[in-house]
């Protein structure tokens, strides 16, 4: 099994319209997965880019419920609304593999997993380990959550990513970006690292001041390598830009332009 989650930056413009959605890029990444679907099982998950990290900010979701009544029936508005918009991205998903005849079938995060201060707790995979037996291509997304610690939060696709490659142990593992790989610096200025282990990644961590907040409400690439520094225990993990045709195809393949983590 191969799990693959596509990035907000990927198939939406995080700082344009609201709610853009990039059919052509996504008809094309979905093309790439068809020259290996049934032989391979696949897992997608996909992030908030310009769907749900507005509502997420604006309702500040991440900081969970208050305790004032008031302002908590606010932010129960907005968890639905962060959630619903959401909704509408994995339906625009969902439409473009059965427009290519794969039976891609949604998976509602918040439905499968709680979390504790936006990391999996409880998850149920009876259905996504019977969707997989069935050759169904299970697409989940980053989504609001209930959260044991503070009522609500945001569980990104990168934590959903890490916890099924703990619990499932899928033989590769590939991040898709709108930047080639992993870069030792901003992209653009630093070098793009091609062949990264798992003994390298603290240190690259360092390097890009990690300890500090991300550009996202779940934390852009500083969360997005610390996740995958914990999947490098079970599997291999690929970045690759999936704005670039081929590149999915390469890293499936093992023979990839990227950066493979191991
Ligand atoms: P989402 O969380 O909406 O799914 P995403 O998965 O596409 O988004 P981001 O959280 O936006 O990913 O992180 C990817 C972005 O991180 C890239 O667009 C890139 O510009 C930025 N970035 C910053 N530093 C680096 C780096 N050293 N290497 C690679 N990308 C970096
Ligand atoms: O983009 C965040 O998921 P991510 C999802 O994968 C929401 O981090 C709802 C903001």
Same mark, same amino acid.
């Given at each position: 099994?191969?799990?693959?989650?596509?990035?907000?930056?990927?198939?939406?413009?995080?700082?344009?319209?609201?709610? $853009? !959605?990039?059919?052509?890029?996504?008809?094309?990444?979905?093309?790439?997965?068809?020259?290996?679907?049934?032989?391979?099982?696949?897992?997608?998950?996909?992030?908030?880019?310009?769907?749900?990290? #507005?509502?997420?900010?604006?309702? %500040?979701?991440?900081?969970?419920?208050?305790?004032? %009544?008031?302002?908590?029936?606010?932010?129960?508005?907005?968890?639905?609304?962060?959630?619903?918009?959401?909704?509408? &991205?994995?339906?625009?998903?969902?439409?473009?593999?059965?427009?290519?005849?794969?039976?891609?079938?949604?998976?509602?995060?918040?439905?499968?997993?709680?979390?504790?201060?936006?990391?999996?707790?409880?998850?149920?995979?009876?259905?996504?380990?019977?969707?997989?037996?069935?050759? !169904?291509?299970?697409?989940? !997304?980053?989504?609001?959550?209930?959260?044991?610690?503070?009522?609500?939060?945001?569980?990104?696709?990168?934590?959903?990513?890490?916890?099924?490659?703990?619990?499932?142990?899928?033989?590769? &593992?590939?991040?898709?970006?709108?930047?080639?790989?992993?870069?030792?610096?901003?992209?653009?200025?630093?070098?793009?690292?091609?062949?990264? *282990? #798992?003994?390298?990644?603290?240190?690259?961590?360092? #390097?890009?001041?990690?300890?500090? &907040?991300?550009?996202?409400? *779940?934390?852009?690439?500083? $969360?997005?390598?610390?996740?995958?520094?914990?999947?490098? $225990?079970? *599997?291999?993990?690929?970045?690759?830009?999936?704005?670039?045709?081929?590149?999915?195809?390469?890293?499936?393949?093992? $023979?990839?332009?990227?950066?493979?983590?191991?």
């Amino acid at each position: 099994m191969i799990l693959i989650k596509i990035g907000g930056s990927v198939f939406s413009d995080k700082r344009g319209e609201p709610e $853009n !959605f990039d059919s052509p890029t996504v008809g094309r990444i979905v093309r790439e997965m068809a020259e290996f679907y049934p032989g391979e099982e696949f897992i997608l998950v996909h992030g908030g880019g310009s769907f749900g990290h #507005r509502h997420a900010g604006q309702y %500040a979701i991440r900081e969970g419920l208050s305790g004032n %009544a008031e302002r908590d029936g606010r932010k129960k508005i907005g968890f639905s609304f962060t959630h619903q918009s959401m909704l509408r &991205a994995n339906a625009a998903f969902i439409d473009m593999f059965l427009s290519q005849d794969l039976p891609a079938f949604s998976v509602s995060t918040s439905s499968v997993f709680v979390t504790e201060k936006g990391e999996v707790v409880y998850a149920d995979m009876e259905i996504l380990r019977r969707l997989l037996d069935l050759e !169904f291509i299970p697409v989940l !997304f980053g989504d609001v959550s209930v959260d044991v610690a503070q009522g609500i939060d945001i569980l990104s696709g990168d934590q959903i990513m890490a916890y099924l490659t703990k619990m499932l142990r899928p033989k590769k &593992a590939i991040f898709l970006m709108d930047v080639d790989g992993i870069y030792d610096g901003e992209p653009g200025e630093g070098t793009l690292i091609h062949e990264l *282990t #798992r003994d390298e990644v603290p240190a690259l961590l360092e #390097r890009l001041h990690c300890t500090a &907040a991300g550009t996202d409400v *779940t934390g852009g690439i500083c $969360n997005k390598l610390k996740k995958a520094y914990e999947m490098a $225990n079970y *599997t291999e993990v690929w970045f690759v830009n999936g704005r670039v045709p081929g590149r999915l195809a390469g890293a499936i393949m093992g $023979n990839g332009f990227g950066t493979r983590l191991r």
